[in-house]
């Protein structure tokens, strides 16, 4: 819970430095899908995870069934075909999350190359999201985190030009040029 700092000021020759006292051992994590579609407002569709105990051998990260979960509520509140554009993470490469992908005909997957933040829309929500609600900000424990973390999803959410955007900083476009046949 270090808070990112957006500014901080100190006397010229002076390092500035920023205490934060105690460190939790808790940890959050939050995935999240940008959904482009033409002609209709962009979204921004995320689940955060609270992993409570993780000292005693529990998992720190998001599971394949957790993705798969948010793959299918983003099904349900998008009313259609999902191609996902993925990185490299492991869990995205597990057998059984790609076996579910391969099971149903609503999915298409692609992988960007290895090291490709810039390519990720996700990255630049990420990006606002720290710049905005959560920076120059102390949590006092991981409930207040969460809460702001939703309310700073919440407010990126509903400016759908701040998610164009987000995919705009990448270079990619919703449609894909592909080369006729002569």
């Not at 808790?26 to 209709?40: N, P, V």
């Not at 005693?56 to 996902?84: E, K, M, N």
């Not at 998610?163 to 900083?169: K, N, P, Q, S, T």
Request: proline share 4%.
């Amino acid at each position: 819970m270090t808070p990112p700092t957006a500014r901080t000021w100190a006397r010229r020759g002076h390092t500035p430095v920023i205490r934060v006292r105690g460190r939790s051992q808790r940890r959050i994590s939050i995935a999240a899908l940008a959904c482009y579609k033409q002609g209709e407002r962009s979204r921004v569709i995320y689940r955060p995870k609270r992993h409570v105990d993780h000292k005693r051998g529990g998992r720190r990260s998001f599971a394949w069934t957790d993705y798969r979960d948010l793959l299918i509520a983003a099904h349900q509140q998008l009313g259609g075909p999902i191609v996902l554009v993925w990185d490299n993470l492991n869990v995205h490469k597990d057998a059984r999350l790609r076996a579910f992908i391969d099971a149903h005909d609503w999915i298409t997957c692609y992988f960007l190359r290895a090291y490709a933040p810039d390519l990720n829309p996700v990255e630049g929500i990420w990006s606002l999201l720290r710049r905005s609600s959560q920076s120059n900000t102390a949590f006092v424990d991981p409930d207040h985190l969460m809460r702001t973390v939703r309310h700073g999803l919440r407010q990126i959410q509903y400016r759908g030009e701040l998610i164009d955007g987000c995919l705009a900083g990448t270079g990619l476009t919703t449609t894909t040029s592909r080369q006729q046949a002569q």
